[in-house]
């Protein structure tokens, strides 16, 4: 089967498939990025494109040379996870408002997980709803006050959220964690 899979000739790239003028346009218009993204790799290794993609955390790890204090390591990590009720409604309802919804959504949030020391993991819509998963404790963003943290950052989203007319469920859970390559 796999065989038969590799055998076939590959799909037809988008241009051939719709030739419309805004289609012409969407393909010169992502070319020209993904150039513009090579440059930037290749002017400075990587950092610079790479930076809006990766956490403040590992960026400095990066930047100060130290990546092995990122790996290998056993740490008490607190992880909290919020789903947000009243979410998934404006998703669906889509257009501007719905969409300004979510927005306000994660940047409440985002604001007050950061505001603490904690390191947002998801921001993801799925058949259960809309979910927020954060963690405090992780390597070179571990304090010992990781776990106040965590419930002071959950009763800061819980508030910011329900000012915005959702209704956001939290739970926390902590422990031990192996943080690094295997």
Not at 18 to 24: D, E, G, K, Y
Request: glycine share 8%; hydrophobic share 40%; with cysteine.
């Amino acid at each position: 089967y796999l065989l038969e899979a590799l055998a076939e000739p590959p799909p037809p790239p988008l241009s051939a498939l719709a030739p419309s003028l805004v289609t012409h346009q969407l393909l010169e218009a992502q070319q020209s990025k993904q150039s513009h993204v090579r440059k930037e790799l290749a002017r400075d290794g990587g950092t610079s494109a790479l930076h809006g993609y990766v956490h403040s955390v590992a960026r400095s790890a990066v930047e100060q040379n130290a990546v092995a204090t990122l790996c290998e390591q056993r740490e008490n990590v607190i992880v909290t996870f919020c789903m947000v009720e009243g979410l998934s409604d404006a998703l669906s309802a889509g257009g501007p408002e719905g969409l300004k919804t979510v927005q306000q959504c994660f940047e409440a949030a985002y604001k007050r997980i950061e505001h603490h020391g904690g390191m947002m993991r998801q921001f993801i819509q799925d058949d259960k709803g809309a979910v927020i998963i954060w963690s405090f404790g992780l390597p070179m963003q571990a304090f010992f006050d990781s776990a106040r943290r965590s419930l002071d950052t959950a009763v800061d989203v819980i508030e910011a959220l329900k000012k915005q007319n959702l209704t956001p469920r939290v739970g926390v859970t902590g422990g031990k964690a192996y943080c690094g390559a295997s």
